[in-house]
């Protein structure tokens, strides 16, 4: 990839950081009455994936759950969507398209404040198709809890239709079809 495609493909991830942030911003603003716990830091969370008990697969759909853990020493608050973006060998940056909502194996909880203890998780969907002829092999998958610049990468070896993840809001508990 040339030098200005790797810029262009980090401007696109900025992006969509940024706008994960926004809507995290907004559904913050829009308030529910939650807890009045600050938003976890940079440094304080970390992202793995897991099954969380339940394997997705189905229909040319495969699925994990994002899991975010806080590793600070008081308790914080996260909402609204993570910002992710792909990468391939190298971690070189793969144009991402993220879709908040409802994903084939979960209904959105909606963006709302989960308030974080320490050691303490909060849970996304999130899933892909892998059948098309149009298909990004990633190799990583940079995740942004808060959809601010701060990111954890994680291992990510999946053929992604398109370069099109689908994700719901951070939620308390994995979310769920019901």
Request: net charge positive.
């Amino acid at each position: 990839m040339t030098m200005r495609g790797l810029r262009t493909a980090a401007t696109v991830a900025a992006a969509v950081a940024l706008f994960a942030g926004a809507s995290a911003g907004m559904a913050s603003a829009a308030g529910s009455g939650a807890s009045a716990a600050g938003a976890c830091q940079p440094g304080t969370l970390k992202v793995t994936t897991t099954d969380a008990g339940s394997g997705q697969a189905g229909m040319n759909h495969e699925g994990t759950y994002l899991k975010v853990t806080n590793t600070g020493n008081s308790t914080c608050g996260i909402s609204g969507y993570a910002g992710l973006a792909l990468e391939g060998a190298g971690h070189t940056a793969i144009k991402t398209t993220a879709h908040h909502g409802d994903t084939y194996f979960a209904k959105d909880p909606g963006a709302h404040q989960v308030t974080l203890k320490p050691g303490k998780s909060a849970y996304a969907d999130l899933v892909w198709t892998h059948a098309g002829p149009s298909s990004a092999q990633a190799k990583y998958l940079q995740v942004s809890p808060t959809g601010s610049n701060a990111h954890s990468v994680v291992g990510f070896d999946k053929a992604v239709d398109g370069a099109a993840l689908s994700v719901t809001a951070w939620s308390a508990t994995p979310p769920s079809a019901s």
